[in-house]
């Protein structure tokens, strides 16, 4: 019995051993707004957005839905705490947590994630289905959903940008909110400060 005991306590100091953790620490701006577009650009714009979410139009297109929806966004400062793990044995990375601060009420804890690898960054998309009643905020529907959280392997710098479309469920509730947010920053070996 002993000696299964200490197996596990090795066993788990191997393990932490072979990790690195690495913390990313972004700054940026989220904008929000609650306005009504005059009319569905939602709908216009999600199909669209559903054929190039991954291509290289995304951004003008929600620049676009931006744009259409109201002139009154309201920006504030936000910051960020990505943390990452590199598997020092196979040079393997995934983003374990991020914190925001101040904390975003429309982000999901439950989202379909999918790990990206390109030669020069590595990204961790989430998504939710459209047309979602949302599972935090009732009276709402998710029209649009993305957040990337990156890390670029070159440079050591972190990022995160997001876009959250939401409507009401009923024609009554006449809020439609949506957020917008883009943050970076430098990453590097997490340490405790204290």
């Not at 598997?87 to 989202?111: C, K, M, N, Q, R």
């Not at 289905?129 to 990337?148: A, C, F, G, R, W």
């Amino acid at each position: 019995m002993r000696i299964s005991k200490y197996f596990i306590i090795f066993l788990t100091i191997n393990i932490s051993l072979q990790a690195e953790e690495i913390l990313c620490e972004l700054k940026g701006t989220y904008e929000t707004t609650y306005s009504i577009p005059s009319r569905n650009y939602l709908q216009d714009i999600g199909d669209a957005l559903k054929n190039f979410t991954a291509g290289p139009y995304t951004p003008f297109l929600v620049d676009k839905a931006k744009a259409n929806f109201s002139d009154k966004w309201d920006k504030e400062e936000f910051f960020v705490n990505q943390y990452w793990n590199k598997d020092e044995i196979t040079g393997e990375l995934t983003l374990v947590d991020y914190e925001v601060d101040p904390a975003i009420t429309w982000l999901l804890d439950e989202s379909n994630k999918e790990l990206v690898e390109g030669e020069r960054t590595i990204s961790l998309e989430e998504s939710y289905t459209p047309n979602s009643p949302h599972p935090n905020l009732e009276e709402y529907v998710i029209d649009y959903y993305k957040i990337i959280n990156s890390l670029n392997l070159f440079t050591g710098k972190g990022r995160i940008e997001g876009n959250i479309f939401m409507s009401g469920k009923e024609i009554k509730n006449l809020k439609s909110p949506k957020v917008s947010f883009l943050a970076r920053g430098q990453c590097g070996p997490a340490k405790k400060k204290y």
